[in-house]
């Protein structure tokens, strides 16, 4: 169960210390203003630091008392909050200047927040607090806040200010105004509605509105995984919430969770176009070791995190079951991970896919997906990712951008298949396979996918063919077709070497489909082309073609279906590696 897992993983979290705990949040927090004794403004203190390589500034992340979800109104945070509720005012662009705007009432939600939480705290930092929000008076500052008035405000960007003390030490580190902040939590909650929750069964205070999740989708305020806006979305007269209900302490827990997981950008994949991904995928160890997510990211995403030499050493014992030292902890192919799907829709998040299964056994899978992808003509001996394939299914601009975005049935489909080692969606080879022919070619990667597919969903294609580089030997005569047609366009180029468009370009696609209809004519083409050749050349290829084509029967194939055309554009391109690769070999020699 999703939600019962992600709780789990906060828990975990919370203990190394990754999160903050129930009564927290994470935040960025771009200043300090620290206090006197007396709640006079001692200094104010830059908190903000420049991105390396960028022009950006962002604040220090900070674990701070709770900040629940504001969509409207006026809802102060307590002790950091940004400066149009912690003094009263903010700035507003009016043609090049920036201009002071007073926001009294919210300043005067802020000090109500804090006199009722701290009114009866025994704590003299809590009287510190409570004599400064009594002490300000929006619009008309002391002259410290005067002079970095503007500062706080960031130009119109309001970061979230932090208390302090006049040593620089947060005020919530104060146990007395840790305490107050705790009764002040557990009083609102008691005044919520009881139900059973559904996720432990047991009757507690039900959160009505879920908090959001930052880093899917568009929104800048973050969308809710369990979200009823709508009298349509609702049953039995409950409203919001009460249709599933979740308890404070796990709603917080789950949505801290989320939070924490979109936030990692190198344990995030988006797929497709990636300012508008169709679904983002993140994955966690339920023991919170970040490195079986590297391991995963690398083995599965091609991110690269780790030494090749490493990874294969950690790999190869995962996949036969043995747990391995690594870094400072030993990695047990029994420990649990999760692989989650989600897209975004609206204010929405829509769960995709939800995978769980133990590390070593995804592993195996994906190691045994990796192997069937394996094909000779790689640059760097490295499979195709998840993202990769995908993003071949649809057409590429430039080889970059993409027209569109990959179909989510496939994309679903296919992380499935990897994951659970199962078959390939069959609507990813018919994408590939027509991206083929209106490309005219066939190059590594979809060479890549044809092979692994065949080798998973293939029906009639004999084995011998989808082997990671050619086999001379097979008879197989979609294989042997696709191996004529290289040569021919081979011939064809070494006897005009300055030729822009060759036969594929023309007729590859209606050979791959049609072979009785285009061979006959290329066969008798390629005579006029080898007469151009030298005599050792054309003696080798006039050899080549005859081997070749003894391996055929009388008469072309009328039709070939899309799996021999698969086998066809594997023979071709197998072919082409073959002759180039001797070429570069005839070359050396010389």
């Known amino acids: 169960m999703l939600l019962k897992s992600l709780i789990d993983y906060y828990d975990t979290l919370v203990d190394l210390k990754k999160v903050p705990p129930f009564d927290m949040s994470s935040s960025n927090v771009g200043f300090a203003i620290d206090l006197n004794q007396d709640g006079s403004v001692k200094r104010v203190v830059t908190l903000r630091e420049a991105v390396e390589g960028t022009n950006r500034v962002i604040g220090k992340q900070q674990f701070v008392p709770l900040q629940a979800n504001r969509s409207s109104g006026k809802a102060p945070y307590f002790l950091t909050d940004k400066l149009q509720y912690v003094l009263g005012c903010k700035y507003e662009k009016h043609g090049t200047e920036m201009v002071r705007v007073v926001c009294p009432d919210y300043f005067q939600a802020f000090r109500n927040l804090h006199h009722e939480v701290l009114e009866k705290c025994d704590s003299e930092k809590a009287r510190t607090v409570l004599r400064f929000v009594d002490g300000i008076t929006p619009g008309n500052y002391s002259h410290v806040l005067e002079e970095n008035l503007e500062k706080l405000d960031a130009k119109g960007t309001q970061p979230q200010i932090i208390l302090r003390d006049e040593n620089g030490q947060n005020m919530f580190e104060d146990p007395g105004i840790h305490d107050a902040w705790d009764a002040y939590l557990q009083k609102k909650i008691a005044n919520a509605e009881e139900m059973f929750d559904l996720i432990d069964g047991k009757r507690s205070p039900i959160k009505e509105l879920h908090g959001t999740v930052r880093g899917v989708g568009k929104t800048a305020g973050g969308i809710s995984l369990i979200s009823y806006n709508k009298n349509a979305f609702e049953s039995y007269g409950l409203e919001h919430g009460e249709n599933s209900p979740v308890s404070y302490v796990n709603e917080h827990k ?19 176009d990636p300012a508008s991904p169709s679904m983002y995928i993140t994955y966690w160890a339920s023991n919170g070791n970040s490195s079986y997510q590297d391991i995963f990211s690398d083995e599965y995403n091609g991110t690269e995190k780790l030494d090749r030499d490493d990874l294969c050493y950690v790999v190869s014992h995962l996949v036969n079951g043995e747990s391995v030292p690594f870094r400072e902890s030993t990695l047990q192919p029994d420990e649990k991970f999760y692989v989650l799907g989600v897209s975004a829709n609206a204010a929405r998040m829509s769960v995709q896919l939800f995978y769980e299964n133990s590390f070593g056994n995804i592993i195996q899978n994906v190691y ?31 080889g970059k951008k993409l027209e569109s975005n990959p179909s989510p049935s496939i994309t679903l489909g296919l992380y499935k298949a990897i994951m659970q080692n199962t078959r390939y969606p069959a609507a990813i080879f018919s ?32 084995k011998e063919v989808l082997n990671v580089s050619l086999n001379k030997e097979s008879n197989y005569e979609p294989y042997v077709l696709g191996r004529i047609f290289a040569v021919l366009e081979k011939i064809q180029k070494d006897s005009s070497p300055s030729i822009n468009t060759t036969i594929k370009d023309r007729y590859i696609a209606r050979a791959a489909s ?15 082309h080898q007469r ?3 005599d050792s050349s054309r003696i080798y290829y006039s050899n080549l073609l005859n081997d070749l084509m003894g391996k055929l029967p009388e008469q072309f194939p009328k039709h070939l279906t899309l799996e021999e055309q698969g086998s066809f554009y594997l023979g071709y ?18």
Not at 256 to 271: E, G, H, Q, R, T
Not at 514 to 528: A, E, I, R, T, Y
Not at 577 to 589: A, C, D, H, V
């Open 532 to 534: 151009k050749l030298s």
């Open 431 to 462: 994408q590939v396979m027509a991206r083929i022919n209106a490309e005219h070619d066939i190059r590594y990667a979809k060479a890549q996918i044809v092979k692994a597919y065949l080798i998973k969903n293939g029906k009639n294609v004999p």
């Open 514 to 528: 049609d072979p009785v209809v285009v061979f006959p004519g290329l066969l008798k083409l390629s005579q006029s």
């Open 573 to 590: 391109y197998q072919e082409n590696q073959e002759l180039y690769r001797k070429k570069s070999e005839n070359k050396e020699e010389n």
């Open 368 to 398: 045994a997906h990796e192997q069937r992808l394996m094909i000779e003509g790689s640059k760097d001996n490295r499979a195709l990712t998840a993202k990769r394939i995908l993003n071949e299914t649809v057409r590429q601009i430039n």
């Open 254 to 272: 789950y949505v801290s969770a989320l939070n924490y997981l979109f936030s990692l950008f190198d344990y995030v994949i988006k797929i497709g």
